[in-house]
């Protein structure tokens, strides 16, 4: 069935475009015409009236972990499921995602490479999902952070069999840990953990597959070791300096600040482990001071919320987004970051991540005007993936007015 949108905004994250009172013609092959008119001699085609309401390209969360819980403490959760116990909670949390307006993940970690087996199923049709780019198990040092979901390796020649081994079971891209962690206990966040040099191992056989990399980071030392080494994005960079943000721009090299997570680890005390609560006071205010020093440079962001860690539930990158608000970002820069500028964190960029002719057909459709006010990305009318409609919450003539004031 082809859908055609009629008198919506349209928000195409294809530059500054916005269209106001345009249409957009689409089906499950793709997006076929976007403008002010577009014109069709399809017979069979589902007119949608989008007075009040505006669309725009479905959104990319950059950093989740499919299979993790969102408890207090999930590595410990984690320890003790076998893989069965994961899957079932990733096909629950995707379904979640794709309910929230999150038509694409990029997930960095889960154990037994779960996400990779849960990307195939998605991609056949087995269940409904968001797409998936998946990285598996972690790579990380012996005892590193997240190792109870990661391969542990130590030394190049130990790493690079790894990243072979990541890239031979189906890994989209590879998932590093550069420094310590907050959920790890014992572990300093700060610490450095892999090297330059093993880090740069595993970049370069990433490169040889044509694959992306991701690092975990924190301290500043393990920042730049990661930056030198050549990862695709930085994840989380706490402890950002100047000299850190000019080797990011200077590489090209993408920043996915998540700065929800902390904070909802705060907003718990008692609830999880103290140790998570000592790690987080002592830096989260360093995380706003470098997202802003990262932002003002023109250091390239994808945004991503760590779904799975403590109470971070699958759909709160809305919440992410409010955030880079607050912090400084335009609406249009945060929605730039959770769409087109996602997509080319993952070059997926010819693909997803903009309206544009030829794209797909991932496509979420709100009340109100986001540009104006960021949380009017809560209010989901439609959800489309690959040009099906997988969410919808009809609004009325008056809920909108409300929604729009």
């Known amino acids: 069935m ?12 294809h530059g500054e475009e916005v269209i106001e009172k345009g249409e957009v013609l689409f089906n499950e092959k793709g997006i076929l015409d976007v403008g002010q008119r577009v ?6 085609i589902q007119e949608i009236d989008g007075s009040g309401l505006t669309v725009l390209p479905g959104l990319i969360d950059s950093h989740v972990h499919l299979g993790m819980d969102s408890s207090p403490d999930p590595f410990a959760n984690m320890k003790n499921e076998g893989p069965e116990d994961i899957a079932f909670k ?14 694409s993940v990029r997930n960095l970690g889960t154990r037994y490479n779960v996400d990779i087996s849960y990307r195939n199923a998605v991609s056949v049709g087995t269940v409904v999902g968001p797409r998936v780019f998946a990285a598996g198990s972690p790579i990380v040092m012996t005892g590193g952070h997240g190792h109870v979901m990661a391969i542990e390796a130590d030394g190049c020649d130990e790493v690079r069999k790894a990243a072979r081994s990541q890239i031979k079971a189906g890994a989209d891209l590879l998932k590093v840990m550069a420094t310590g962690g907050v959920l790890t206990e014992g572990n300093d966040p700060g610490a450095t953990q892999f090297s330059e040099e093993e880090l740069r191992c ?33 994840e989380h960079a706490y402890l950002l300096d100047e000299e850190a943000v000019e080797l990011m721009l200077k590489k090209g090299t993408f920043l996915v600040p998540t700065l929800l997570a902390p904070r909802l680890i705060l907003d718990k005390p008692g609830a999880v482990p103290e140790y998570m ?99 009017c990305l809560d209010s989901l009318v439609y959800v489309f993936s690959k040009g099906a409609i997988v969410h919808h919450a009809p609004v009325n003539k008056q809920e909108k007015q409300e929604q729009i004031v």
Do not use: W
């Open 2 to 13: 082809t859908v055609k949108l009629t008198n919506i905004r349209i928000i195409t994250c």
């Open 277 to 375: 609560i000592d790690k987080v006071r002592k830096i989260i205010a360093d995380h706003k001071i470098s997202f802003q020093l990262a932002h003002q440079a023109g250091v390239p962001i994808a945004a991503g919320t760590d779904a799975g860690t403590p109470f971070n539930t699958p759909g709160l990158l809305s919440d992410e987004l409010a955030l880079m608000v607050e912090y400084g970002m335009t609406n249009h820069e945060a929605i730039y970051s959770a769409t087109l500028g996602a997509a080319k964190a993952i070059q997926k960029e010819t693909e997803i991540g903009s309206i544009e002719n030829g794209k797909a057909a991932d496509l979420i459709v709100v009340s109100g005007n986001p540009l104006e006010n960021i949380r």
């Open 39 to 44: 014109n069709t001699d399809e017979h069979e």
């Open 90 to 103: 990733a096909v629950q949390q995707g379904y979640r995602f794709l309910q929230s307006g999150i038509t």
């Open 202 to 234: 595993i970049c370069q056989e990433a490169n040889k597959a044509s694959k992306t990399t991701a690092a975990h980071t924190i301290g500043t030392d393990g920042i730049k070791n990661a930056i030198r080494a050549g990862v695709t994005t930085i």
